[in-house]
């Protein structure tokens, strides 16, 4: 018999090293697309042959968004992700055979700043600004025209927990003794979280709110993402976004005390927008990761039966901490 075959684009971040490697145990042929692999995002051509009949599709392209919102990172974050999708729906729309189903990255921070209530993927309100306008582009471009022969599933993710970028900035901080919770401030306005795109929204200076480090977290472990895939895939009656987020949503006191706790650190300052800032320019990373209150619903997942292997934070953690344990140069690594 033929081995099924899928085909990963950003196989080689920490996302899609697991995909791959969970495709592989499955008795997948795997082939990428990348900077580096099987094709490359400069040869569309060979795009087209991998995509012909790979009985899955993964795209997980896109530069990090783990880094300073500089206009040429704005820039790169947004058209790494928009034009790379619209390359594999190029490949897909003339396929004679083409994937039965197409998983694309998205982002859970699609969803408005959120205290009161949770966003599901039905009823969640779409917020605005920088990071939601690149969530909205890239699914447009993903959900655009008729594939009637390919499921589309857009992967609207929460902060993944694991060796991975967000992770290691969190651990970062609380080594530098700043595992507190992240309070929310006045502090000089700046242009970096303004709108993008051909329909830019939000403000173009840069706002506060005053949740005095009760802005809510929606994370995921990395195991539970690769097992929401595969439960995604055995399902042809599901299509459309899906929140991966874990069900046990916490906030941001309670994330740096299991931070603190997983870091050894018994101790940890709170960090006040105005030390907050000037951190995380040190670690070339924005505040926006955990001063915005991000509440992501996995409706989607809970009502189709999907099991949660860590469903609450501390046991994630411990989880991540049981594989990794905090290393010094995270300090600048994040």
């Not at 697991?18 to 060979?46: C, K, M, N, V």
């Not at 595969?230 to 929140?243: I, Q, T």
């Amino acid at each position: 018999m033929t081995r099924p075959r899928v085909v990963i684009a950003g196989a080689s971040g920490f996302v899609g090293q697991a995909l791959a490697s969970a495709f592989r145990d499955e008795g997948y042929d795997l082939d990428t697309i990348g900077r580096r692999g099987t094709a490359t995002w400069e040869d569309q051509p060979a795009i087209e042959r991998l995509v012909e009949g790979a009985d899955v599709l993964v795209n997980l392209a896109g530069k990090i968004v783990s880094c300073r919102y500089t206009d040429a990172a704005r820039d790169e974050i947004l058209r790494s992700r928009v034009e790379t999708t619209r390359a594999l729906h190029r490949a897909v729309r003339t396929a004679v055979r083409p994937p039965r189903v197409w998983f694309n990255a998205s982002t859970a921070t699609i969803y408005r700043h959120e205290t009161e209530r949770g966003n599901d993927e039905r009823d969640g309100v779409i917020g605005d600004g920088f990071s939601v306008d690149v969530a909205t582009s890239w699914e447009r471009a993903f959900f655009d025209g008729d594939l009637p022969e390919t499921r589309r599933i857009a992967l609207r993710m929460a902060i993944v927990l694991g060796d991975g970028p967000a992770t290691r900035m969190l651990l970062a901080l609380g080594r530098l003794g700043l595992g507190g919770a992240q309070i929310d401030s006045w502090w000089f306005p700046h242009r970096r979280y303004r709108g993008i795109g051909a329909h830019p929204t939000g403000p173009v200076w840069s706002s506060w709110h005053r949740t005095s480090g009760r802005q809510r977290f929606s994370w995921i472990h990395i195991d539970d993402v690769v097992a929401s895939v595969l439960f995604l895939r055995d399902r042809a009656d599901l299509e459309g976004p899906v929140n991966l987020a874990a069900p046990g949503v916490s906030d941001n006191r309670t994330l740096m005390r299991e931070v603190r706790r997983v870091a050894g650190r018994r101790l940890g300052l709170p960090a006040y927008r105005w030390m907050l800032d000037p951190a995380m320019a040190v670690l070339r990373n924005e505040p926006e990761l955990v001063l915005k209150s991000r509440w992501a619903v996995p409706r989607v997942l809970c009502e189709a039966g999907f099991r949660f292997r860590h469903a609450e934070l501390g046991p994630a953690l411990d989880a991540v901490a049981s594989v990794r344990r905090p290393r010094a140069r995270d300090l600048f690594s994040a």
